[in-house]
């Protein structure tokens, strides 16, 4: 399950202040560019948190989220007739991400986006680092085993915190 990494260094464009960070995604023609969230983001993410919320009866811990995504995504997997798992992908990527945000200091919802469409991901707010918490959602929905989850939430902290301690190191 380690196919996909969620967590992403990324260059900043020498003289445009606005546009904070450039990412290739694979396949993409040209690099893209990381913005602040705008308002639809923002109400975006507050949709997905507070379904999340009300899932777990607004205890929003990793242990929490990690068995009601067990449950979830098993009583998905076993249905006849499957619904479209975008909104649920989406809710556990913001999920995944608020985790994240909260022990990774310096980073904050964002909106990516290149030649392909758009993704809100965190970004830092000082160093070229990406988190993108919904698509490593989507990538492992359906197939996750039981406990993934939270143990990606450690995975994905203890990435996001090398990369940053790597370059802290590098610029001294």
């Not at 602040?36 to 009866?57: E, F, K, M, Q, S």
């Not at 249905?79 to 995944?96: C, M, T, Y």
């Not at 990516?112 to 970004?123: H, I, M, N, Q, S």
Request: aromatic share 6%.
């Amino acid at each position: 399950m380690h196919d996909f990494d969620p967590v992403r260094s990324v260059q900043r464009p020498p003289g445009r202040a606005d546009v904070r960070a450039l990412h290739r995604r694979p396949g993409a023609p040209r690099p893209g560019s990381v913005e602040p969230l705008d308002r639809a983001g923002t109400v975006w993410t507050t949709r997905h948190r507070d379904l999340i919320a009300d899932l777990c009866d607004d205890t929003v811990d990793t242990r929490a989220l990690g068995d009601l995504f067990d449950r979830v995504q098993a009583v998905w997997r076993d249905s006849e007739h499957r619904i479209d798992p975008r909104l649920l992908v989406n809710a556990f990527g913001v999920a995944l991400g608020d985790l994240v945000a909260v022990r990774v200091p310096g980073l904050s919802w964002a909106r990516y986006r290149d030649d392909a469409g758009g993704e809100v991901v965190l970004a830092h707010d000082t160093q070229d680092l990406v988190v993108l918490p919904v698509s490593s959602v989507a990538h492992h929905w359906g197939h996750a085993p039981a406990g993934w989850f939270g143990v990606h939430v450690h995975e994905v902290v203890g990435s996001a915190l090398s990369c940053l301690a790597t370059a802290r190191v590098a610029a001294h």
